[in-house]
């Protein structure tokens, strides 16, 4: 006889041999079953609607099918899991017994709602069904029920719209037909003289449903399905089937999305804001989401359902208007808006329902907002409480930050603009440029080097790439929660929306406000901060937080600047990376340093060649016949590289500073037309055609992997030798200043992938430094390190670290090096990369980290374990990347260095980092 321990573990076995088929439904309403834990398995709205439930909000029953169906559907080629059928069938039962109704019931039905929700909400990707249940028997058992025939047949209306559109694909064919539906819709509305939807009688409403399930069996040859299980099959399709559409696609793609999350679908009990005068739709934020104040916000809609209050068909009233018209509402809405905050510890997006009276929840999630926004709400929400500062620092999307710094209108501009027209503010920043009238024109537009703004009725995800392309988006119609107010409080864009005195009509391509007419191609100003537009084209200014940065104003003087600076004290006291700036002058280092730069972390000497006559004294070393010429050419160089430096330690204030030496390959110093070489011979007083055979000599197949970098100091140990002397030169007299500043300069040789062409140069920078001091009778605390941007730097990172004080990562070179790309071509083929997903993001921009990022793991690791003091940075673009800063403080790096203005969202991303390593 098996012992019991035996007979356990066989039933064990077996157990996992016919495993339990997994949950694929979950419960909301008076039994729920998820949380908002649960985002990736029941999305984002599932997951929220499951914990509103929890907390006793009123929202309406339904369930779930989780993201796991979505991904399995998709893998098994659009097939459902087996178990997933039956599944649906028991939620449905939990749903009419919650509701007492039944679903296709003839006397008491029961309707759906059918919504899909991803992890991460994607406004406007994905179709919601409403009223699914009704067909031509269940739409008069709602009519007595309701006693109402023009609210339920309203309701059928509706759903047979959505229904064939969604699900059975009949939209228009061409650019320039008009929606289907809605011209059906339109011509019955101008027969019967209505021009809103709800004043449609019972009558007209029958009137348009017989048109519409005409229209979808002439399109489809199939007709409207009166079988309501097959409404409900066809809806749960048509959500799973959008995820992959082309809209959504396009958003996944913008927004780093991964295709293998899926959508869920929620199956919801229908509530009705369409039944009469006591009832009501809407949508509120719990704060202004454009610049963060604690005030309710929102709008909503008498007699209405669903999407009506966004469509921007009717104009909604401000949430203020609700105390009026329906006070009790209000009141329970106000406490509502103070629940969600507490409970979600953030401002809430959501929307809700009011049927005969009743107060129900459809939606919360944390509501986007614009960087202003996000700061302020930070800053205000830490004070009362409701969040502690570490979750103050990590609400704010990092590249958000950099939106507190951009241009505003210059006020003496706009005294003399002239004002058009105002809207609402929904983008806030200053934006100035060409009208278009659509999407593709825009992207033509900006193609050319154009700025412009799309301006726009109303904007659909049809007009994502226009939006995407445009510096500002203005619209005619529609509210605070519109798409295009949505959609460009994401971006970060400037927005204004709802501008109903402006008139947009697209047959003509004008845009007018009164008397005032513009055409397309005419510029346009929009201040997205107040909400005004000006016609022509309107100077800008630094932004506040910039006027103070650069002394212009005073700190006292700014709540935003004040907002600002609280977060980015947060964010130093919580980060452990330091944080420098690519610089290389004096003016670009000052403005890095107010922005918080602790160093230079690359300055790049090529670039102080060029100016004036040094391009010539530059030229002359280069093209030099001998060793002697070009020392003598070199010296004439030194006196101004001195200067430079000298500048640029006095700005620096004894914070440190990374020179690299000349880097690029020398013929882009060189002349290239006729007319320039001719100058240059003269200059010389040597022959042109000498000019043109040194340069015909100095020509590379490759330069980028050419004589170049190290290779070029190797070549021509002088030239180092003169960026030596001048660092050395340039520390000596700062440091002879009366006024007592300190130097710390960071010598860095580029393109390092050999020990020994690194002891090659050390060795001359090291003698050069001692030559100097003892000339100068000075010590100066110096460091010599070097770029690890080829490969095998990376891999022999042990033995460069014998002799590096230093490494600073150049990933612009490395990842071309490693990828074997140039950043320069790149450009033809990395968009198809990113639509087959083969390389998602541009490795230029985010850091390539299973491939240059384990080489950079792997140059970390090498130098620490022969030099455990090695400090460690990084001086590509993705230094001011937040997502590759991410990477950096998990590989362990000191510092990152980024272009001046990007260092408060280096700060920001550094201090997230670290809070969420911590975590
Ligand atoms: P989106 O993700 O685009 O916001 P939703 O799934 O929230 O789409 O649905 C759009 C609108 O449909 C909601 O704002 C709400 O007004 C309406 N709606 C959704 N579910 C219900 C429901 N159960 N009862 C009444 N209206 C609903
Ligand atoms: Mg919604
Ligand atoms: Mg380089």
Do not use: W
């Given at each position: 006889m098996p012992s019991k321990k035996t007979a356990k573990k066989a039933k064990k076995v077996a157990s996992k041999r016919a495993p339990k088929a997994a949950k694929y439904v979950y419960s909301f309403g008076k039994k729920t079953d998820g949380n908002a834990k649960m985002k990736n398995l029941l999305g984002g709205k599932g997951a929220n609607l499951a914990e509103m439930a929890r907390i006793g909000l009123p929202v309406p029953g339904g369930f779930t099918i989780t993201t796991d169906v979505c991904v399995e559907y998709y893998k098994n080629g659009r097939v459902y899991p087996a178990a997933l059928k039956g599944q649906i069938a028991t939620a449905i039962k939990i749903c009419e017994k919650e509701s007492g109704k039944k679903f296709g019931d003839q006397k008491n039905p029961l309707l759906f709602s059918v919504r899909s929700g991803a992890r991460e909400s994607m406004p406007g990707m994905m179709d919601t069904i409403l009223n699914l249940g009704l067909?031509?028997?269940?739409?008069?058992?709602?009519k007595v029920k309701s006693g109402n025939g023009r609210f339920a047949y309203d309701c059928y209306r509706r759903f047979v719209q959505m229904y064939g559109d969604v699900v059975m694909g009949v939209q228009s064919r061409t650019e320039n037909e008009p929606d289907p539906f809605e011209h059906a819709l339109h011509l019955v509305k101008k027969e019967v003289g209505v021009t809103i939807d709800s004043d449609l009688t019972e009558e007209n409403n029958k009137e348009v449903i017989k048109r519409f399930q005409k229209l979808i069996k002439d399109r489809t040859g199939g007709a409207f399905p009166q079988d309501v299980q097959k409404q409900l099959d066809g809806a749960v399709s048509a959500v799973f089937n959008s995820w992959e559409n082309e809209r959504a696609t396009l958003y996944r793609q913008k927004y780093g999305i991964p295709a293998e999350w899926g959508t869920a679908v929620n199956v919801q009990l229908m509530v009705f804001g369409n039944l009469g005068d006591t009832s009501a739709t809407g949508v509120a934020f719990t704060r202004d989401p454009a610049n963060g104040e604690n005030v309710f916000y929102g709008e909503y809609l008498i007699n209405a359902q669903g999407e009506d209050v966004v469509a921007g068909v009717r104009t909604p009233f401000p949430i203020a208007q609700l105390a009026d018209d329906m006070p009790k509402s209000h009141k329970e809405l106000s406490v509502v808006r103070k629940k969600l905050e507490k409970h979600f510890g953030d401002v809430q997006d959501f929307e809700f329902t009011i049927e005969d009276g009743k107060l129900y929840m459809l939606q919360t999630r944390n509501g986007k907002r614009t960087g202003l926004a996000a700061v302020r709400i930070a800053v205000e929400m830490t004070k009362q409480r409701l969040m502690?500062?570490?979750?103050?620092?990590?609400?704010?999307?990092?590249?958000?930050?950099?939106?507190?710094?951009?241009?505003?209108?210059?006020?003496?501009?706009?005294?003399?603009?002239?004002?058009?027209?105002?809207?609402?503010?929904?983008?806030?920043?200053?934006a100035s440029g060409k009208i278009v009238f659509n999407a593709a024109d825009a992207e033509k537009e900006v193609a050319l080097g154009n700025s412009v703004v799309l301006c726009r009725e109303e904007t659909s995800p049809e007009d994502l790439r226009g939006m995407i392309a445009s510096?500002?988006?203005?619209?005619?119609?529609?509210?605070?929660?519109?798409?295009?107010?949505?959609?460009?409080?994401?971006?970060?864009?400037?927005?204004?929306?709802?501008?109903?005195d402006i008139h947009i009509d697209y047959a003509s391509a004008t845009l007018t406000a009164g008397k005032i007419v513009l055409k397309e191609g005419d510029s346009i100003s929009i201040d997205g901060t107040t909400g005004e537009i000006f016609a022509g084209s309107v100077a800008t200014a630094p932004s506040e937080v910039s006027q103070v940065l650069a002394g212009k104003m005073k700190a006292e003087k700014s709540y935003t600047f004040q907002m600002f600076n609280q977060i980015m004290k947060w964010s130093d006291k919580y980060r452990t990376m330091g944080v420098r700036t690519n610089a290389d002058s004096p003016e670009q280092s000052k403005s890095a340093v107010s922005m918080g730069a602790e160093g230079i972390g690359l300055c790049r000497t090529e670039h102080m060649f060029f100016e004036g006559d040094r391009i010539s004294y530059m030229r002359e070393m280069i093209l030099a016949p001998s060793v002697a010429a070009r020392k003598a050419a070199l010296k004439k160089l030194l006196p101004f590289q001195r200067k430079d430096f000298n500048g640029l330690f006095k700005a620096m204030e004894g914070r440190p500073v990374t020179i690299r030496f000349l880097d690029p390959p020398l013929h882009e110093f060189l002349p290239h037309d006729d007319a320039s070489r001719r100058d240059l011979a003269e200059h010389l007083g040597v022959s042109p055609e000498i000019v043109s055979d040194r340069v015909r000599a100095l020509h590379e197949e490759n330069p980028m992997l050419g004589h170049r970098g190290?290779?070029?100091?190797?070549?021509?140990?002088?030239?180092?030798?003169?960026?030596?002397?001048?660092?050395?030169?340039?520390?000596?007299?700062?440091?002879?200043?009366?006024?007592?500043?300190?130097?710390k300069p960071e010598i860095m040789i580029p393109l390092v992938g050999f020990k020994d062409e690194l002891d090659n140069q050390v060795a001359i920078v090291h003698r050069v430094a001692a030559e100097v001091q003892k000339a100068k009778g000075v010590k100066i605390d110096y460091l010599v390190g070097t770029m690890l941007e080829v490969p095998r730097a990376c891999v022999t990172s042990a033995e460069i670290a014998k002799t590096a004080q230093f490494f600073s990562f150049g990933t612009n070179d490395l990842t071309q090096t490693t990828l074997g790309m140039s950043r320069d071509d790149a450009g033809s083929f990395l968009s198809k990369y990113k639509d087959l997903d083969i390389i998602p993001q541009n490795p230029f921009a985010t850091l390539d980290q299973e491939g240059v990022g384990s080489l950079v793991k792997q140059g970390v690791d090498g130098g620490k374990s022969t030099n455990p003091d090695i400090k460690l940075g990084i001086c590509g673009e993705h230094g001011g990347?937040?997502?590759?800063?991410?990477?950096?403080?998990?590989?362990?790096?000191?510092?990152?260095?980024?272009?001046?203005?990007?260092?408060?969202?280096?700060?920001?991303?550094?201090a997230q980092a670290a809070i969420e390593a911590e975590a």
């Open positions: 067909n031509d028997k269940t739409v008069e058992a709602l502690t500062q570490q979750t103050a620092v990590t609400k704010i999307p990092a590249d958000q930050i950099s939106s507190l710094l951009v241009p505003i209108f210059d006020t003496n501009a706009i005294k003399k603009a002239k004002l058009m027209a105002t809207g609402l503010p929904a983008g806030p920043g200053a510096d500002g988006i203005l619209t005619s119609r529609g509210g605070v929660s519109s798409h295009a107010a949505l959609v460009a409080r994401q971006m970060g864009k400037v927005c204004i929306c709802g501008a109903s190290c290779r070029l100091g190797i070549s021509y140990p002088e030239i180092t030798e003169m960026q030596a002397r001048a660092v050395f030169e340039a520390a000596a007299q700062v440091l002879k200043l009366k006024r007592k500043i300190k130097v990347d937040p997502a590759s800063i991410k990477f950096c403080h998990n590989a362990g790096l000191s510092y990152v260095s980024c272009s001046p203005n990007r260092v408060p969202v280096a700060r920001l991303a550094a």
